[in-house]
């Protein structure tokens, strides 16, 4: 048991005085054995923990995370397609507003002038009356020939910016064109068909600006 453990415990006792000349001397072997231990220490350390592996997300946490991504995409392309839907009703109506102010800008002096246009047809009207066949005064004559060609230019500006006369004389009775002021005998024509216009409505670019007055056609009553 003693020469057991001389055995172990022979590398840490000291050299001989025959063997061991440098040793007595202390530097050569404190240095070597000194060496020895911090090798040794180098080799048996704890690990740099800036080496340590870092953990990878789980494959559960990268799908959540994509399945959020996917949901974030669509609400944005919703968003998106409904703002471009939006945005091309808005031009659209602003384009709409656009044209029918530029076509109906002239709706109320319209209908000024067909009031001015209903008291030369009446003018025209009565001179023919007086300058018939019977009567041989040249001035009436002249009169109704110049009312009439200012009547037809006058219709003729009318259509050129898209005013036109209704004639509604003979076809069916119609609440948006036309305002009943009284109701005749159909006498050869359908009831509920307009017999007589007692005011000419007009239209413009196929709006109605003024309503024509009509007479309908009913039934005669025994």
């Known amino acids: 048991m003693a020469a057991r453990c001389l ?21 050569p072997c404190a ?3 000194a ?3 911090r090798s040794t220490g180098d080799e048996c350390g704890p690990e740099d923990p800036s080496e340590e592996p870092k953990h990878p ?10 399945i959020k991504l996917e949901e974030q995409v669509r609400d944005l392309t919703e968003r998106y397609r409904k703002a471009l839907a939006d945005s091309e009703n808005v ?8 044209e029918d102010a530029k ?6 002096f319209c209908r000024d002038l067909v009031e001015v246009a209903d008291i030369l047809e009446k003018t025209a009207e009565s001179a023919a009356g007086h300058a018939g066949p019977s009567d041989p005064n040249p001035t009436l004559k002249k009169i109704y020939e110049g009312l009439s060609l200012i009547e037809a ?12 006369k209704m004639n509604p004389v003979g076809g069916r009775y119609d609440p948006y064109d036309h305002e009943i002021i009284c109701h005749v ?3 050869g024509l359908q009831p509920g068909t307009v017999a007589l216009v007692t005011q000419d409505g007009y239209k413009l670019h196929g709006r109605t600006i003024r309503h024509a007055l009509v007479g309908v056609a009913v039934e005669a009553q025994e």
């Open 91 to 98: 031009r659209r109506r602003t384009q709409k507003f656009v």
């Open 185 to 187: 005998p159909a006498e």
């Open 57 to 66: 997300l789980s494959d559960c946490a990268l799908e959540h995370k994509a």
């Open 153 to 164: 230019k006058l219709q003729s500006v009318f259509a050129k910016h898209g005013l036109h």
């Open 7 to 27: 055995r172990r415990l022979g590398p840490l006792l000291p050299a001989k005085a025959g063997t061991g000349s440098l040793c007595s001397r202390g530097s």
């Open 103 to 108: 076509l109906f800008g002239i709706q109320s």
């Open 31 to 33: 240095f070597s054995t």
């Open 35 to 37: 060496a020895q231990q």
